[in-house]
């Protein structure tokens, strides 16, 4: 079992950037994926951005971003701390969820996107745009 802890959530204004973080407990996967998703009021929880962690080396630290987060939002990670981060910038009220960090506990060759993909959950952060 991989436990998941987010951090960083809180109330912003439009135009504000904030900072999430998610740390993982100690694990003994070689090969896996850590990414944020997202859920607003009302709405199903949805995918942010990914990052996987492999041995092979070209794709060992990529990310990738639902479309409509690109630009705004970057995923990072340390493979080494078993940690990420997602800053966000240019925050729209639109943009006011609970955030969630999980992990997939191995990759494969399709970048995942799906909830069903992923074994483990944090319990989440609540984000709030509001002017």
């Known amino acids: 079992q991989v436990q998941l802890i987010e951090s960083g959530g809180g109330l912003v204004q439009p135009g504000d950037s904030l900072r999430l973080s998610c740390a993982a407990s100690?694990?003994?996967?070689?090969?896996?994926?850590m990414a944020w998703f997202r859920r607003a009021p009302g709405k199903d929880r949805e995918f942010v951005a990914g990052?996987?962690?492999?041995?092979?080396?070209?794709?060992?630290?990529?990310?990738y971003y639902a479309d409509s987060m690109k630009g705004r939002f970057i995923i990072s990670g340390d493979n080494a701390k078993n940690t990420i981060s997602l800053q966000m910038n240019n925050l729209h009220p639109e943009d006011t969820a609970v955030y969630y960090c999980?992990?997939?506990?191995?990759?494969?060759?399709?970048?995942?996107?799906?909830?069903?993909?992923?074994?483990?959950w944090g319990t989440g952060t609540l984000v709030t745009v509001s002017s």
């Open positions: 999980a992990f997939k506990s191995e990759t494969s060759w399709v970048d995942a996107k799906s909830e069903g993909e992923f074994n483990f």
């Open positions: 990052i996987t962690w492999s041995s092979i080396t070209w794709r060992s630290g990529t990310t």
């Open positions: 100690a694990h003994i996967y070689s090969n896996y994926v």
